[in-house]
């Protein structure tokens, strides 16, 4: 079962911040965000584990509220960069099975 | 370092035909995983396998068989194509065991026509 993202799409100026959600009906183990450019493959941004553990590369933040199991990614002072589609995915049961949200478009713009 | 290599680039199949996309990685992953990604369903699940030898289903595997006779290789077979099969198909690999990065490869554009 997929989890579910929002908003669907957001459009920025530069500079200003965002938000995106990601929902499990599923007792998550972990939460995963990758960010797709138009044409491009998946790259992963960061891994939010059960129990507080973050492992990311980038400057993006991002909360894991196991209770709820909910994921929220924070993109701060947005850049152009930024643009492009966010996926989260998760992975439940202690089992190494990625499954993907629908993706939030995420659009930055002078 | 190639990571994942992903063949062809772009497909065009007649409804009924057969093929393989082919999946290779160089960096020793144990687990393999197809998706396929199309407007506003995000990327879906299709087989996944955790070592050679081993594959398991994913969210959408109906019309696709796979296997996993070495660690470097996972190719995605379509037996009979048909239209609901157009799509961008995208392998990713990563070490066993979760909370692990997925690294992709860049994708096979495939239309059935």
């Known amino acids: 079962q997929q989890p579910v993202q929002s908003p669907q799409a957001v459009i920025l100026r530069e500079g200003e911040d965002a938000v995106i959600n990601c929902s499990s009906s599923k007792a998550l183990y972990s939460v995963h965000w990758y960010r797709q450019k138009h044409g491009e493959a998946p790259v992963f941004l960061m891994i939010l584990l059960k129990g507080g553990e973050q492992k990311g590369h980038e400057k993006i933040s991002a909360s894991f509220n196991e209770k709820k199991q909910q994921s929220s990614l924070y993109l701060t002072a947005s850049q152009l960069s930024y643009s492009g589609t966010y996926f989260c995915?998760?992975?439940?049961?202690?089992?190494?099975?990625?499954?993907f949200g629908q993706g939030t478009t995420l659009q930055v713009k002078p | 370092n190639a990571g994942v290599t992903q063949t062809p680039k772009f497909q065009v199949l007649k409804t009924g035909q057969s093929m393989t996309l082919q999946c290779a990685q160089d960096?020793?992953?144990?687990?393999m995983s197809w998706y396929r990604q199309d407007p506003g369903m995000g990327l879906r699940l299709i087989h996944y396998?955790?070592?050679?030898?081993?594959?398991d289903q994913g969210e959408v595997p109906n019309g696709y068989n796979v296997s996993r006779s070495t660690t470097e290789d996972f190719p995605l077979r379509l037996l009979s194509a048909a239209p609901s099969q157009t799509s961008v198909y995208f392998c990713?690999?990563?070490?066993?065991?979760?909370?692990?990065?997925?690294?992709f490869g860049q994708g096979t554009r495939l239309t059935v026509v």
């Open positions: 995915g998760t992975e439940s049961g202690g089992v190494r099975k990625l499954i």
């Open positions: 960096m020793n992953h144990e687990y």
């Open positions: 396998s955790v070592g050679a030898g081993i594959t």
């Open positions: 990713a690999s990563s070490y066993s065991g979760t909370a692990t990065e997925a690294f």
